[in-house]
């Protein structure tokens, strides 16, 4: 039969596309983004000065921690004005009982400056953890790679089609990535401060295990906000700010204040901290 045959009758929808749906933060989601801005600026500031009367070769911890905080800002400076979002787009079928089902198109703000922010301050974060305990660089490598691997797979995920395995394959990804991560903590990272003696193997286990409570809850809260959407976006933006206030400031004055009060947790670089690569000076 030609398709231009009279007696052929036009499909009848089994699918009536309605209206789409934004999902966007509020004012209340805004306001927290600007006050974690000014927390992240405050802990620059103080770090910076803490590190006023530490002689430069104690000040690696100092350098780190001041870099992590200023990043965090600049994130958040992004996030709060405007910066550093995208839409993740879904579409929805919604089934009715007498009459056929409809469709909608779904858009939920994604904030991706937050997985810049995470690709270079998570990795400094476990430089900090993994000097304190004195791992060896090729663990070290291998812990902040895992790192990075594991945030940007995360942003896959974030803008995965659902219903694929792309979605949930890249989160799977990513939590293979931490999963990389914990090990070298929990076992390299253990083992090294143990070995480095004195009241360092108390204090690691402290806030290395601190840190793991505090970065396990982050997959939590994405696979609730991101991946099944049962928390709105302002709840999200709440979350993390809380999070990344522990993660960062406080994890931050956590580490400045013990390193300074015990000399067992220096980091012994030989001279490529204090004189450069080539042991020159
Ligand atoms: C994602 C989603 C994919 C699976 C996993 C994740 C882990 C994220 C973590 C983030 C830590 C962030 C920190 C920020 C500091 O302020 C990317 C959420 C495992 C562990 C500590």
Not at 16 to 38: I, K, N
Not at 85 to 98: N, T
Not at 150 to 155: D, E
Not at 261 to 276: A, K
Request: some cysteine; charged content about 10%; glycine content about 10%.
């Amino acid at each position: 039969v030609p398709l231009s045959s009279p007696t052929s009758v036009a499909p009848v929808p089994t699918v009536v596309p309605s209206l789409p749906e934004y999902q966007d933060a509020t004012d209340t989601g805004e306001r927290t983004l600007w006050v974690v801005f000014v927390v992240m600026v405050v802990a620059s500031i103080v770090f910076t000065g803490l590190s006023w009367n530490v002689p430069v070769s104690k000040r690696l911890y100092h350098i780190i921690t001041t870099l992590i905080t200023i990043i965090a800002a600049l994130s958040y400076f992004a996030m709060a004005s405007g910066h550093g979002i995208g839409y993740h787009h879904v579409v929805i079928r919604d089934s009715h009982k007498h009459v056929p089902d409809t469709e909608h198109d779904l858009y939920r703000q994604v904030y991706w400056a937050r997985y810049v922010d995470w690709t270079l301050t998570t990795p400094l974060l476990l430089l900090d953890l993994t000097l304190l305990a004195g791992v060896n660089g090729g663990n070290i490598l291998i812990t902040i790679i895992a790192d990075i691997v594991m945030v940007l797979t995360g942003l896959f995920a974030a803008f995965g089609t659902e219903g694929t395995p792309q979605k949930w394959g890249w989160y799977a990804i990513a939590c293979i990535a931490y999963l990389v991560i914990v090990w070298q903590l929990v076992y390299h990272g253990r083992a090294a401060a143990v070995a480095k003696g004195g009241k360092v193997g108390n204090f690691f286990a402290a806030i290395g295990g601190f840190t793991l409570i505090i970065w396990t809850i982050y997959p939590i809260i994405w696979g609730i906000a991101d991946g099944s959407r049962h928390m709105n976006v302002d709840e999200e933006i709440i979350a993390y700010a809380v999070l990344d206030i522990l993660a960062k400031p406080i994890f931050g004055a956590w580490l400045l204040f013990t390193h300074v009060s015990m000399p067992e947790t220096n980091v012994d670089l030989g001279g490529f901290w204090s004189h450069g690569i080539t042991g020159e000076g």
